[in-house]
C-alpha cells in the first residue's frame, strides 16, 4: 500500500499568513494526487486535483505541487473561512489512501 | 445540481449485517464509478471501495479492512449505490460517504452528507 504521512498534524495560523502543508508518499508517482478540505460535521470537499488543478469554484489561493515524493499544499493568504482540517489523498494505486490530516486553527 | 444522499444508517449488534444506499441526483449515474469513504468518530478519512461504472466494466475495489465483509453494488436504472456491510464489527462504526469518482482520472469531485453507522452491543 502507498502510505500517505502528512505534516504537520495541526498549525496555528492567523487570517493572512502563508500556510503550507506537505504529504510525503512512500512510493515515487507523478500525478493521481488530490486535496481536501473538511469542516466540522461537513463532507470533505475537492480543492486540489492531479497535483495542481483546481477543482472550479475554489478560490485561487489555493494551489498544489510537487517536489519528488512530497506534495504541497499552499493557502497564499489565509481567510477566515479557510480553517479546517485538510486530507490529501492519492488515487494512483489500490487501495487509495489518505493522509492522517492538518487541523488548521487559530 | 449534484446530490448524493446517504440513508440507511444506525445502530446495529456486532455480526449483525446492514444496507446503505446513496441516491444521486444531478448527474447521469452510469458515466461515473462511485465510492463510499469512511470515518470513525474523531478519525481521519478512510477509503472504503469503489465500483467502477459499466462501461469500465462495473468492477469493484475494496480495502482490505472490509474486503469480503463488505460488497458495493450500483443499480443505474434507479439511480442508486449501495454498500452492504457484513458481519459488523465495532472498529466499523463511523460517518460512511458515498462519492461521485470521474471515471477517467478516478478523482472523488463530489461526497454526499455521510450517515452515520454505530456498531455495538
Known amino acids: 500500500d502507498i502510505q500517505m504521512t502528512q505534516s504537520p498534524s495541526s498549525l496555528s495560523a492567523s487570517v493572512g499568513d502563508r500556510v503550507t502543508i506537505t504529504c510525503r508518499a512512500s512510493?515515487?508517482?507523478?500525478?493521481?494526487f488530490n486535496w481536501y478540505q473538511q469542516k466540522p460535521g461537513k463532507a470533505p470537499k475537492l480543492l486540489i486535483y492531479g497535483v495542481s488543478s483546481l477543482q472550479s469554484g475554489v478560490p485561487s489561493r489555493f494551489s498544489g505541487s510537487r517536489s519528488g515524493t512530497d506534495f504541497i499544499l499552499t493557502i497564499s493568504s489565509l481567510q477566515p473561512e479557510d480553517f479546517a482540517t485538510y486530507y490529501c489523498q492519492q488515487n494512483f494505486r489500490d487501495p487509495w489512501t489518505f493522509g492522517q490530516g492538518t487541523k488548521v486553527e487559530v | 445540481e449534484v446530490q448524493l444522499v446517504e440513508s440507511g444508517g444506525g445502530l446495529e449488534q456486532p455480526g449483525r449485517s446492514l444496507r446503505l444506499s446513496c441516491t444521486i441526483s444531478g448527474f447521469i449515474f452510469g458515466d461515473y464509478a462511485m465510492t463510499w469513504v469512511r470515518q470513525a468518530p474523531g478519525k481521519g478519512l478512510e477509503w472504503v471501495g469503489f465500483i467502477k461504472s459499466k462501461s469500465y466494466g462495473g468492477t469493484t475495489e475494496y480495502a482490505a479492512s472490509v474486503k469480503g465483509r463488505f460488497i458495493i453494488s450500483r443499480d443505474d436504472s434507479k439511480n442508486i449505490a449501495y454498500l452492504q456491510m457484513n458481519s459488523l464489527k465495532a472498529e466499523d462504526t463511523a460517518v460512511y460517504y458515498c462519492s461521485r469518482v470521474l471515471s477517467s482520472s478516478y478523482v472523488i469531485d463530489y461526497w454526499g452528507q455521510g450517515t452515520l453507522v454505530t456498531v455495538s452491543s
Open positions: 512510493q515515487s508517482f507523478s500525478s493521481y
